[in-house]
C-alpha cells in the first residue's frame, strides 16, 4: 500500500514536471504593493493570464528604483515587467537597466498618445495630483485651482503639500500664472520662489499617500495637493472632503521590461496584452485610478459618471497638465530634487 | 512638609499618567469601526482584528518577529551574561576597556548602526534573511544584558563562590549552582529588555529585513505609508497584552525561584 | 622539589586570563564584525572618491546648508529632551527611592511600561490626540482657554513631545539607582543638625545624586541625536534631523560617501560627549554598571 501510494506521487510529480515544461510561459510582474496591486491583480493581471495561458507571478516593490539597479548589477535579473513611475523606466534605459520596446510587437500601443510612450516605456495607469478642500470650510465657494491655493486671503486654513518636487512645483508655475500646456522645460527658480510664498502657510509637508488622506479625513489640512484616489476613498468614507480636476497634475506609471529578463517573449505580450482597451476599461471597476489606453472609454465597460472621475477620461484629462517624467529624469530635474530638501528646511 | 511632599507626589502621578496615555488609547483605538485612526472611535467593531489575524502577510510577519525576538533575546543573555562575567572577574584593566565595545550598540545612533549591517549584510549575502535579523538583533540586546548582569554580579558576594571552588566545584558547576540562582533576577530583567528591543526594533529591520523574511515593524512602516488604519492600534494591542502576560509568568517565577 | 610557589600561581593566573576572553570572546565578535569594521569602513569611505583621498564630503558641510540646519535643528532638539526628561524624571526618580518599597516598585513599573507598546504606535498615538481635531486640542478650546486650534504635531514640537515620552525611562532608571544608594543617615543627619528641608536637600541629596544627574542626561542625550523614526512621523516634514539626513543620502541619491560623512560626524560628537562626560562620571557609572 505504502509502496503504491510512493509510485502514484512519484508519477504525478513527473507528469506535472512534464506539463510544467510543457506550460513554460510565465513571467514575473512587479507592481507597488498594497490596495493597488490587489485593485490590479482583478482588473489586469488575471484576464491577462486567461487571455494568454500564462502564469504571472507577482512581487511588490513601493520603490523598484534600488532593486531595478541591484538586480541590473548581477547581470540575470529575475523580474521581468515592472509597473513603476515613469522616471524609473527612462532613466534604467539611458543607465542600460531596461529594455527598449519594440512597438511593433505591441499593437495595443498604437491607441496611445505619444507623450504616454518612450523608447523605454508605455503608459499603464494614471493618477492625478489634485486639490483637494474641506467642503465644510469652503461650502458653495470651493477653490477652483493653484491660484487659489496659493490666495491665503480669499482662502484661509491650513495647508499640506506632498514633501517632494514633482508636481509640486508645476503647481506653483500655475499658480504662478504660466499656462498648463507651456510648463516645459521648469523654471525652477521662479516656482521655487513661488514656493516660498506659500511656506509659511503651510502646516504639513506629507510623505506618505496613507497620509495626505488622514489629513483630509481628520480636518488636519482644508486644503491639500493628493491623489485624486486617495480623495476619492476619503470622501467614500464620508468625509466632507470635495476635489477638482481642474488644474490636476496629470501622471501616470508605465510598464517597462528588465534588461536580459528571464522571459523576455512573454513579457513583451504581456504588455500589449495589458493596454487590451477591455482589460483596461476594468481598472476603474477596482481602483479610482484611470486606464492608460483612451480606447478604453470607447469600450462601453465605463458609464459617463464613472468616467467624470478618473483622471485620464478626456474631458478630466483636457483641464489637467500632463507631468513631464523625460523633463524629472533630465540633470536638471534631479537638481530640482535635490534643491527640495534645503528648499524645506531653510 | 507634607505640603511639599503633596506637591511632589501630585506632580510624579501627572508625569506617570501623561506616560501611560498613548499606552491607554492605543486599546480603544484598536475596537474602532472607522477606516482611519481615530480617537474616540466613532463607533466600535472587531474588523481590525479580523484584518489583523484573518491576513497571511501580517502572520507570517508576526512569526518572522516573534522567532527573531525570542531566539536573539535567548543568545544575547547566553552571551551577554557570558561576557558580564568574565567583564566582573578580571582584574586586567585593559580586558575592563574592551567593555566598551560592549556598549557601542547603546550608544551608536541607530541609522548609522542600520547602515553598517546593511553593509555587511549586503557583503556576505544575510540580507533578508532570518540568520541576519537574529545577528544583528542580538547584537542590539547586548548591552541590556550585560548591564544588567554586571549589575546582579555586582551585588553578589565572590566570597560564595570561592567557598564552593574551596569544597571542590569546578567554575562551571559552580556558577550553576551556586551563582546563577543568585543573579537570577537580573539575568530575566537583561532579557526581557533585549526581548523587547528585539520585538520594537525598526530602524536596522528597515535596512536589512525584507521579502519572506520581514519583520512586523518593517511591515506596519511599510502599510502604514499605504493605509493608515486601526490595524496597528489592534496589532500593538495584542503585543502589549501578549507581553504583559510574559512578564507577569516571569516576575511570578522569578520571585519564587528567589525563595527557594 | 624545589619548584617555586609562583609557578602554579601564574599558570593559574593565565588559565584564568584565557577564560576571561574566551567568555568575551563570541558577544566582542558579534559587535566587532556587524559594528566596528563596518564603522571604520565608513570612516574609509568618506575620505575616498574614485581610488583617491578626498575631503569632498567633509567640504559639503561648509557649501551645503542642509547639513548645518540639520545638524544644529538636532543638537538643538537634544538639548530640549535633555533638559525636560531631567525636569520630569527627576522628582520621579526621588518619589521612588523616598517611597515605601511597593509604591516605588509601582512609581518604577509605570515608567517602564510604555517600553511595551510599539514606539512607531505610540507615534501615532500623539497624532491622533495631538491634532487640530484631536482630543487636546477639542479639550482646550472647550475649557475655553484658546480661541483656535494649537499646532501641536507636525511639528518640532510634536517630536520633542513624543521623543521625550520614548526616553523619559532612560533619565529616571539610572537617576533611581544612584539616589538609591545614598545612605539615609546622611540626610537624617543633615535635620538633625538643623538643616531646613530645602537645605538638605540642595547640599547633601542634589550633589551625591549628580552622578545619576550627569548619566541620565548623556544618555538621553546621546540616544536623541540618533532619533529617526519619530522625527519622521510626528515632524510634519520640516523636522530634519541628522538621522534622516543620512538615510536620505543612501536610499535616494545613493550617495555612501555623502551619509558617511555625515554618519563619521555625527558619531564623532557623541564620542566627544561621552569622554567628555567620562571625566566627570566614570564611564560604567554612565552605563550604569556600577
Known amino acids: 500500500m505504502r509502496m503504491k501510494f510512493t509510485t502514484v506521487a512519484l508519477l504525478s510529480s513527473v507528469a506535472m514536471l512534464a506539463a510544467g515544461a510543457v506550460q513554460a510561459q510565465q513571467i514575473t510582474f512587479v507592481s507597488q504593493g498594497g490596495a493597488y496591486q490587489e485593485a490590479q491583480t482583478k482588473a489586469i493581471l488575471n484576464p491577462v493570464a486567461e487571455l494568454l495561458g500564462i502564469t504571472i507571478r507577482q512581487d511588490s516593490s513601493p520603490d523598484a528604483w534600488p532593486v531595478i539597479r541591484t538586480q541590473a548589477a548581477t547581470g540575470k535579473p529575475i523580474w521581468?515587467?515592472?509597473?513603476?513611475?515613469?522616471?524609473?523606466?527612462?532613466?534604467?534605459?539611458?543607465?542600460?537597466?531596461?529594455?527598449?520596446?519594440?512597438?511593433?510587437?505591441?499593437?495595443?500601443?498604437?491607441?496611445?498618445?505619444?507623450?504616454?510612450?518612450?523608447?523605454?516605456?508605455?503608459?499603464?495607469?494614471?493618477?492625478?495630483?489634485?486639490?483637494?478642500?474641506?467642503?465644510?470650510?469652503?461650502?458653495?465657494?470651493?477653490?477652483?485651482?493653484?491660484?487659489?491655493?496659493?490666495?491665503?486671503?480669499?482662502?484661509?486654513?491650513?495647508?499640506?503639500?506632498?514633501?517632494?518636487?514633482?508636481?509640486?512645483?508645476?503647481?506653483?508655475?500655475?499658480?504662478?500664472?504660466?499656462?498648463?500646456?507651456?510648463?516645459?522645460?521648469?523654471?525652477?527658480?521662479?516656482?521655487?520662489?513661488?514656493?516660498?510664498?506659500?511656506?509659511?502657510?503651510?502646516?504639513?509637508?506629507?510623505?506618505?499617500?496613507?497620509?495626505?488622506?488622514?489629513?483630509?479625513?481628520?480636518g488636519e489640512a482644508d486644503l491639500v495637493m493628493a491623489w485624486n484616489g486617495r480623495v476619492a476613498a476619503v470622501e467614500k468614507e464620508g468625509a466632507p472632503v470635495g476635489y477638482t480636476f481642474n488644474d490636476g497634475l496629470l501622471q501616470f506609471t508605465s510598464l517597462c521590461i528588465l534588461k536580459n529578463a528571464p522571459n523576455p517573449d512573454t513579457a513583451v505580450k504581456f504588455v500589449n496584452a495589458a493596454l487590451t482597451p477591455e482589460i483596461q476599461a476594468n481598472f476603474p471597476t477596482y481602483i479610482d485610478y484611470g486606464p492608460a489606453n483612451p480606447a478604453a472609454y470607447d469600450t462601453g465597460k465605463i458609464s459617463p459618471e464613472r468616467a467624470a472621475q478618473l483622471p485620464s477620461s478626456p474631458a478630466n484629462a483636457a483641464v489637467q497638465a500632463l507631468v513631464s517624467e523625460e523633463w524629472w529624469s533630465s540633470p536638471e530635474g534631479e537638481e530640482a530634487q535635490r534643491r527640495w530638501a534645503s528648499f524645506i528646511q531653510r | 512638609m507634607t505640603l511639599s511632599r503633596s506637591v511632589l507626589y501630585g506632580f510624579v502621578a501627572l508625569v506617570l499618567v501623561w506616560l501611560m496615555i498613548p499606552v491607554v488609547i492605543i486599546v480603544p483605538m484598536s475596537f474602532s469601526d472607522s477606516r482611519f485612526l481615530a480617537f474616540p472611535p466613532p463607533a466600535w467593531s472587531l474588523r481590525w482584528y479580523e484584518a489583523y489575524l484573518g491576513n497571511a502577510a501580517w502572520m507570517q510577519a508576526t512569526r518572522v518577529s516573534l522567532i527573531v525576538?525570542?531566539?536573539?533575546?535567548?543568545?544575547?543573555?547566553?552571551?551577554?551574561t557570558a561576557a558580564a562575567y568574565a567583564l566582573n572577574m578580571t582584574s586586567s584593566r585593559l580586558v575592563r576597556n574592551l567593555q566598551v565595545i560592549l556598549f557601542l550598540p547603546l550608544v551608536v545612533p541607530i541609522v548609522i548602526t542600520a547602515v553598517s549591517i546593511f553593509f555587511v549584510y549586503a557583503?556576505?549575502?544575510?540580507?533578508?534573511?532570518?540568520?541576519?535579523?537574529?545577528?544583528?538583533?542580538?547584537?542590539?540586546?547586548?548591552?541590556?544584558?550585560?548591564?544588567?548582569?554586571?549589575?546582579?554580579?555586582?551585588?553578589?558576594?565572590?566570597?560564595?563562590?570561592?567557598?564552593?571552588?574551596?569544597?571542590?566545584?569546578?567554575?562551571?558547576?559552580?556558577?550553576?549552582?551556586?551563582?546563577?540562582?543568585?543573579?537570577?533576577?537580573?539575568?530575566?530583567?537583561?532579557?526581557?529588555?533585549?526581548?523587547?528591543?528585539?520585538?520594537?526594533?525598526?530602524?536596522?529591520?528597515?535596512?536589512?529585513?525584507?521579502?519572506?523574511?520581514?519583520?512586523?515593524?518593517?511591515?506596519?512602516?511599510?502599510?502604514?505609508?499605504?493605509?493608515?488604519?486601526?490595524?496597528?492600534?489592534a496589532i500593538s494591542s495584542l503585543l502589549t497584552a501578549t507581553s504583559f502576560i510574559l512578564v507577569m509568568l516571569l516576575s511570578l517565577n522569578a520571585r519564587t525561584g528567589g525563595k527557594k | 622539589m624545589a619548584v617555586s610557589h609562583t609557578g602554579p600561581e601564574i599558570l593559574h593566573e593565565r588559565r584564568e586570563q584565557r577564560l576571561t576572553l574566551l567568555l568575551l570572546a563570541p558577544a566582542l565578535a558579534i559587535v566587532i564584525c556587524l559594528l566596528v569594521l563596518p564603522l571604520l569602513w565608513l570612516a574609509w569611505q568618506s575620505i575616498r572618491a574614485d581610488g583617491g583621498f578626498t575631503l569632498v564630503n567633509y567640504q559639503r558641510f561648509l557649501t551645503d546648508d542642509i547639513y548645518l540646519i540639520s545638524f544644529l535643528q538636532t543638537f538643538r532638539i537634544a538639548i530640549i529632551v535633555t533638559?525636560?526628561?531631567?525636569?520630569?524624571?527627576?522628582?520621579?526618580?526621588?518619589?521612588?527611592?523616598?517611597?515605601?518599597?511597593?509604591?516605588?516598585?509601582?512609581?518604577?513599573?509605570?515608567?517602564?511600561?510604555?517600553?511595551?507598546?510599539?514606539?512607531l504606535v505610540r507615534a501615532y498615538a500623539w497624532l491622533i490626540l495631538l491634532q487640530r481635531r484631536g482630543l487636546v486640542n477639542s479639550a482646550l478650546m472647550d475649557m475655553g482657554l484658546i480661541d483656535s486650534p494649537l499646532l501641536l504635531v507636525n511639528n518640532e514640537f510634536g517630536t520633542v513631545l513624543a521623543t521625550i515620552h520614548i526616553l523619559l525611562p532612560f533619565m529616571v532608571l539610572p537617576l533611581y539607582a544612584t539616589m538609591q544608594k545614598i545612605p539615609r543617615e546622611l540626610t537624617m543627619a543633615g535635620s538633625s543638625l538643623g538643616g531646613s528641608?530645602?537645605?538638605?536637600?540642595?547640599?547633601?541629596?542634589?550633589?551625591?545624586?549628580?552622578?545619576g544627574v550627569i548619566a541620565g542626561m548623556v544618555l538621553v542625550f546621546v540616544l536623541t541625536l540618533g532619533f529617526y523614526i519619530t522625527p519622521e512621523l510626528l515632524g510634519g516634514g520640516r523636522t530634519f534631523m541628522v538621522s534622516m539626513l543620512v538615510s536620505r543620502n543612501i536610499e535616494i541619491y545613493h550617495e555612501w560617501g555623502a551619509a558617511s560623512s555625515i554618519s563619521v560626524v555625527l558619531l564623532l560628537s557623541v564620542f566627544l560627549i561621552f569622554r567628555l562626560s567620562t571625566k566627570l562620571v566614570p564611564f560604567e557609572r554612565i552605563m550604569g554598571t556600577r
Not at chain 2, 525576538?69 to 551577554?80: K, N, R
Request: hydrophobic share 45%; proline share 7%.
Open chain 3, 83 to 119: 533638559v525636560v526628561t531631567l525636569l520630569l524624571g527627576y522628582p520621579v526618580a526621588y518619589a521612588a527611592s523616598m517611597a515605601p518599597r511597593h509604591w516605588s516598585v509601582l512609581i518604577l513599573a509605570a515608567v517602564v511600561l510604555p517600553f511595551w507598546t510599539s514606539v
Open chain 1, 80 to 218: 521581468d515587467v515592472i509597473d513603476t513611475p515613469t522616471k524609473d523606466c527612462i532613466r534604467g534605459g539611458e543607465q542600460g537597466f531596461i529594455e527598449k520596446l519594440d512597438f511593433a510587437q505591441i499593437p495595443n500601443a498604437s491607441d496611445l498618445p505619444d507623450d504616454y510612450k518612450s523608447p523605454y516605456s508605455v503608459a499603464y495607469e494614471f493618477y492625478s495630483s489634485v486639490l483637494a478642500y474641506n467642503k465644510d470650510k469652503y461650502g458653495d465657494k470651493p477653490p477652483q485651482g493653484w491660484a487659489d491655493f496659493w490666495d491665503v486671503e480669499k482662502f484661509p486654513g491650513t495647508r499640506a503639500l506632498r514633501n517632494h518636487p514633482l508636481a509640486t512645483l508645476e503647481a506653483a508655475l500655475i499658480a504662478d500664472g504660466v499656462p498648463r500646456d507651456k510648463l516645459y522645460p521648469l523654471d525652477v527658480d521662479r516656482a521655487f520662489r513661488k514656493l516660498g510664498e506659500i511656506k509659511p502657510h503651510i502646516t504639513v509637508w506629507w510623505t506618505s499617500g496613507a497620509q495626505s488622506a488622514q489629513l483630509l479625513a481628520d
Open chain 2, 123 to 233: 557583503n556576505v549575502g544575510l540580507l533578508a534573511t532570518m540568520t541576519g535579523l537574529i545577528l544583528a538583533n542580538v547584537m542590539l540586546g547586548l548591552p541590556y544584558v550585560v548591564t544588567a548582569v554586571l549589575v546582579g554580579l555586582r551585588k553578589f558576594d565572590p566570597a560564595q563562590e570561592m567557598v564552593s571552588r574551596s569544597l571542590g566545584m569546578n567554575r562551571f558547576r559552580t556558577f550553576f549552582i551556586v551563582t546563577l540562582p543568585q543573579i537570577r533576577p537580573s539575568v530575566i530583567s537583561g532579557t526581557l529588555f533585549a526581548f523587547i528591543s528585539a520585538l520594537d526594533e525598526t530602524v536596522v529591520a528597515l535596512f536589512i529585513s525584507g521579502g519572506e523574511y520581514q519583520t512586523l515593524t518593517k511591515r506596519m512602516f511599510t502599510a502604514l505609508r499605504d493605509e493608515i488604519d486601526p490595524t496597528i492600534a
Open chain 3, 197 to 211: 528641608p530645602v537645605f538638605v536637600f540642595t547640599r547633601v541629596f542634589l550633589p551625591l545624586s549628580m552622578p
Open chain 2, 69 to 80: 525576538a525570542v531566539a536573539s533575546a535567548v543568545i544575547a543573555t547566553v552571551l551577554g
